[in-house]
């Protein structure tokens, strides 16, 4: 990453390179007609020169462009110029979340997981999923907004076997990694895994090569004791489990039940406000206990609710 040499496609200036992906690199460029600061994603060439793959990446990216929300990273339009296919879109002046202080201020975390959560929401909303939710495409400016940036382009399962970005597949679901395309439940997930780094400060599946992590995905439940072993109050640690249950079943089914979740950990911890640290439990057996049995309770709810609403 870096400054690289002044470079025009048409009316847009490429300043500097923020980003690089198994689709294509991200420079910091200034739109020379509009005048302002935008971000410029240049495809690779050789999967756009795969006709199926050039359609739904137009499709996607058009879609994408329908979706208004403050936690969502505008994108303006999908462009060819010199025979290369560029995304436009808003530039995020700020750092992945997971480089914040949310590990140790639980106010903050939660703060950050609603923004997520949230931008998320009004994506599948629209039907968009996102499918490459990781630290790196989640981002806070310097207003303390979070975006969610970059909807991943690829959705065949091949594309997933052949995944070779070590960053990228640490975040994918079970199924995505079994060869199905991502879905709603996949998304949370990856959101799942982003909190747990948010908290933790690594991935749960850190270590090993690539078809290593493969394979600690597909067949082992997350290890959230490293959670509980940092303090972290009992109902989060409830919650990033269900979020990243092995069985899609097992997780929350769309984003209305997460934010209710979320929304009554909120309310819960406004009257019992702390900052959880990074030395070792602070919650009594008795307490966890009892969270564990209000969290059942809401979830339970609101799988009455839902029921009823079908």
Known sequence: ?????PKRLSHYALTEEIGSGRNGTVYRGFDMEQQRVIAVKVLREGIMAVHNFQKQAIARTMTVAQIDHPNVANVTAIEKIDNLYVIISELVEGRSICETQGRGNLKLFLNIALQLVTGLQEAHRQMVIHGNIR???VLMDREGVVKLTDFGLHQTPDAVAGEDDIEALRYLSPEQIDGHPPNFVSDLYSVGLVLYNLLCGSTP????EADEVRWAIK??????EPLRERGIPGEIVLLV??????KPEDRFANTE???ITLEAIGDFESSHQHSFDQTGPKW?????????????LLIIFWIIITSYQN
């Open 205 to 208: 599946f850190q270590d090993g």
């Open 135 to 137: 630290p790196s495409n």
């Open 257 to 259: 039940g997460l934010l």
């Open 284 to 296: 009594s057996a008795r307490q966890y206990l009892m969270v564990s049995v209000l969290i059942f």
């Open 241 to 246: 489990e269900k979020l990243t249950a092995l």
């Open 219 to 224: 067949s082992n439940p997350v290890n959230i």
């Open 1 to 5: 990453m870096g400054e690289v040499e």
